[in-house]
């Protein structure tokens, strides 16, 4: 144990499991409220072998890839539209900045209304989480795009469509990652909302069930899947980007 | 003022006009257009009142008093948790960064906490708490530390050592170096995070409203629901945009006027790290 910067972060958690399960066993608290880690990683282990767990892992990731990527599609889309052509921007922009402060997660029970339990409603809350912060991103990166180059490809002779897509474009793009990247985080918190409000299957319908079977243990199981899914989602999508946005990456 | 600057300043503002303009078309031919679906009748105005019946169900909320007491109830709810989460959330962000020995041991912790979206703790803080105000304002509090903590503790760890150095040989040592240098120069990423603990505030208290409350804006949109007033649902829906805008906007102004040196260098800080 010579360096104490190097150990210090193995401690932190197992030391954190420890004092929990501690308090647990010396029944300081209610165990039913508080179930040990113990309790919680064989909840775990039931969930993915006897219980739902594949399957509503894979209903809950087809829901964010559904919103996720036509958000993300959408909001490119536009915010290149947006932000190379000033006529588009004046229009849209005042619509768009007043649509995006609205939290998605109050869309829930609008949502609900119009599209009832479907999948049509999950795919709307997610794309709607998702779209404002690509658009945004998009369009504050091809705007503050570098000038000259653009002159210096005009005066060469690009064309509208080669000016977009071979300089305005990549310049944006470390932005757009940003955007992207933030986006991840939100999807998955507006697939929590969208299931929590009611859903046939997913990981955050299984904690509301869970909560409303008094199953502590499986509640905590579902939290800790739902951490590790985002948190392996932002790391993929770090690495992805790395290697895409070579020069910049966010 | 020379001739060419003279035309470069009315062209700009006949830019800036211009875009004022096509902004206000924009958002009219948004709104005609939802009067337009709502009225056309192909589908049941009830589910897409028009705007025209949005405003009208607004002023009848107002007039009874009840919109003013769901939005204060929110209002109170939203800045009690925000001012524990960012409060807390910037202390340990500090004393993190100035610590290493605290921050290598509660770094895992912190972020493994950080990945669960917040709002999936709905359900156990109304099992730990309970319905009542409590769980509303713990689970705005946890979810309004994390942006701010880890913004708190990006900009103090990150600031710059020749400054440090400097002041260190001016003979600043202690609180006198965190007052006068670190704090400072962690600013622009502690007001970054700030802004995000705001919006998060905002979008928290809904979501803990929409489990059960007495008043509260969230609630107002629950209990439309139940009884169908789409309508109210968006007055509801406008008054969260409203606020939204109306914290930033009182956020960027109090920024111009307190801190008028901030954005001038705050491209570093321009995309904080941040998860809802």
Redesign the interface.
Known sequence: MSN??KV??????PL?LAVWQGVSWLELVNPA?FPPPLTVIIALADYFTHGEGWQDLRWSLSRVAAGYFSGAAAGIAIGLATGTR??A???????F???R???P??????V???FGLTEWGKWFLVFWGVFFGVWLATHLGVQRGNETLIRAAASLGASRRQLLFAVQLPAALP?IF?GLR?AI??S??T???AE??GAFAGI?YR??I??QNFQ?GR??A??LV???V??LS?RLFQKISRHLVHWNP? | MSTQARTAGILRGQLAR??F???????A??LVVWEGVSRSGWINPI??PAPSVVIQSAAELAVSGALLRHVLESLWRALLGFAIGSISGLLLGIAMARL??LH??????VQ??R??????????A???FGIGETSKIVLIAFGVFFPVWVNAYLGTRDTNPLLRRAAASLGARGWRMLLFLILPAALPFIIAGVRIGI?TA??LV??SE?TGAQFG??YL??L??QV?R?DH??V???M??????LF?SLFERGLAKWLPWYGTENDRAL?PA???
Do not use: C
């Open positions: 104490p910067a210090l972060p193995w401690l932190s958690i954190f409220l000033p006529v921007s004046g229009l849209l922009t005042p619509v900045q007043m649509l402060p609205i939290p997660i109050a869309f829930v029970p609008v609900i209304v119009w932005v940003v933030t985080g939100t998955f918190y697939l929590v909302a929590l409000s955050a904690l509301e869970s909560q502590m509640m905590m579902g939290l739902l951490g590790i985002s948190a932002d966010p | 211009h875009a303009w096509l902004g206000v078309s924009g958002v031919a948004f589910m897409l290493p020995k290598s041991f509660l770094n895992p912790l493994f906490f990945a669960i979206p917040s709002l999936a703790f709905v359900p156990l109304i099992f730990w919006s905002l979008v809904v979501a929409l804006v969230g949109i629950q439309s629901q169908f789409v649902m968006f509801g829906l406008i969260l945009g409203m606020l939204g805008f930033d995309q941040s998860r809802p």
